[in-house]
């Protein structure tokens, strides 16, 4: 299963830094592409159980939260619109000189065979964007 992981320390505090990815609709205002709550979570509304579309148009992918440790992880999963038996992101987050430490990793697990090679660097891609939004958006708040 192809593995990707980006670590990236953030100035701002942790509680910014993890609140800023936790607010995937905020977030995503910062993106090329359009967040939206497809579903809210059992007990928040972007919480734990929260289905995510991103996307242009109808065109995207549908994560669902899985796991919030506040200040400390983030876990989601894709439960639609990707050719993939499985596809885990883990966001996690730890105090660092000048800000907060953030390791990002995407497992992924193609229903197509894709080499390692290839589907690599699409993941740090992914993960470069997002976490270039949560930049953003912690600047402006």
């Known amino acids: 299963m192809p593995s990707s992981t980006v670590e990236a320390v953030i100035a701002a505090e942790r509680p910014r830094v993890y609140a800023a990815f936790a607010d995937r609709e905020g977030t995503g205002k910062f993106l090329p592409l359009t967040v939206r709550l497809v579903s809210p979570g059992a007990q928040e509304r972007q919480g734990v159980g929260a289905v995510h579309s991103l996307g242009v148009g109808k065109l995207g992918i549908r994560e669902q939260i899985t796991e919030l440790v506040p200040d400390e992880k983030i876990v989601y999963r894709v439960v639609g619109g990707l050719p993939v038996r499985s596809h885990v992101g883990t ?9 907060t430490m953030v390791r ?6 193609p229903k197509i065979p894709v080499p390692a090679a290839v589907l690599t660097p699409v ?9 270039a939004a949560v930049k953003k958006a912690v ?3």
């Open 123 to 131: 993941l740090n891609g992914l993960i470069g964007s997002m976490i």
């Open 104 to 109: 990002y990793t995407m497992d992924s697990d």
């Open 91 to 99: 966001i996690e987050f730890a105090d660092a000189p000048g800000g």
């Open 139 to 141: 600047a402006q708040n």
